[in-house]
T-cell receptor
Framework: AQSVTQLDSQVPVFEEAPVELRCNYSSSVSVYLFWYVQYPNQGLQLLLKYLSGSTLVKGINGFEAEFNKSQTSFHLRKPSVHISDTAEYFCAVRPYNQGGKLIFGQGTELSVKP | DAGVIQSPRHEVTEMGQEVTLRCKPISGHDYLFWYRQTMMRGLELLIYFNNNVPIDDSGMPEDRFSAKMPNASFSTLKIQPSEPRDSAVYFC?????????FGEGSRLTVL
């Protein structure tokens, strides 16, 4: 079985400050890794994904994430946040051998203040 | 493409009533997923289909829930009878080989 743990339920930060949203996962098989963002009253949108290759992945809106296999982590970072980054962020894994099944963490609410 | 289309966007009903949520996936996508989102439990996968065939329904809460995909362009999630604890946002999502695309969700309130 797989599980995803997002270590912070809420992250308040000031505009233009750096931010890191933490994600750890547990799986007995290899997985693909994803970060999604959800703005209020909307569905989820893909920010970035790690399938293979370089462990540093760049996504949309200036976000990036680093896959660390030994620590089973996939933390999301942005060097300077904007008010418009205020949203809920979800880390997710998809096992190689289980078709399309995507398993989500509980989410981290990022609140950017002026 | 219009994206994944869900209806209704909002539904308020009384306990015991039947609820049907609808989803139109993106054309050409062969996987379709139903998720439920609540404050307490986060995002839960209820069921997913591949080429219109249910692959994993282990997340369906109980017999009151059923899902169908009669063709590649339409799926339904039915709750009968509904209960207050079913109140949630229900998301449909679809994909082919790439990323998962989500609809905007159906917010269900059962009184």
């Amino acid at each position: 079985a797989q599980s995803v743990t997002q270590l912070d339920s809420q992250v308040p930060v000031f505009e233009e400050a750096p931010v890191e949203l933490r994600c750890n996962y547990s799986s007995s098989v290899s997985v693909y890794l994803f970060w999604y963002v959800q703005y209020p009253n909307q569905g989820l949108q893909l920010l970035l994904k790690y399938l293979s290759g370089s462990t540093l992945v760049k996504g949309i809106n200036g976000f990036e994430a680093e896959f660390n296999k030994s620590q089973t982590s996939f933390h999301l970072r942005k060097p300077s946040v904007h008010i418009s980054d205020t949203a809920e962020y979800f880390c997710a894994v998809r096992p190689y051998n289980q078709g399309g099944k995507l398993i989500f963490g509980q989410g981290t609410e990022l609140s950017v203040k002026p | 493409d219009a994206g994944v289309i869900q209806s209704p966007r909002h539904e308020v009903t009384e306990m015991g009533q039947e609820v049907t949520l609808r989803c139109k996936p993106i054309s050409g996508h062969d996987y379709l997923f139903w998720y439920r989102q609540t404050m307490m439990r986060g995002l839960e996968l209820l069921i997913y289909f591949n080429n219109n065939v249910p692959i994993d329904d282990s997340g369906m809460p109980e017999d009151r829930f059923s899902a169908k995909m009669p063709n590649a362009s339409f799926s339904t999630l039915k709750i009968q009878p509904s209960e207050p604890r079913d109140s949630a946002v229900y998301f449909c999502a679809s994909r082919s080989t790439g990323e998962l695309f989500f609809g905007e969700g159906s917010r269900l309130t059962v009184l």
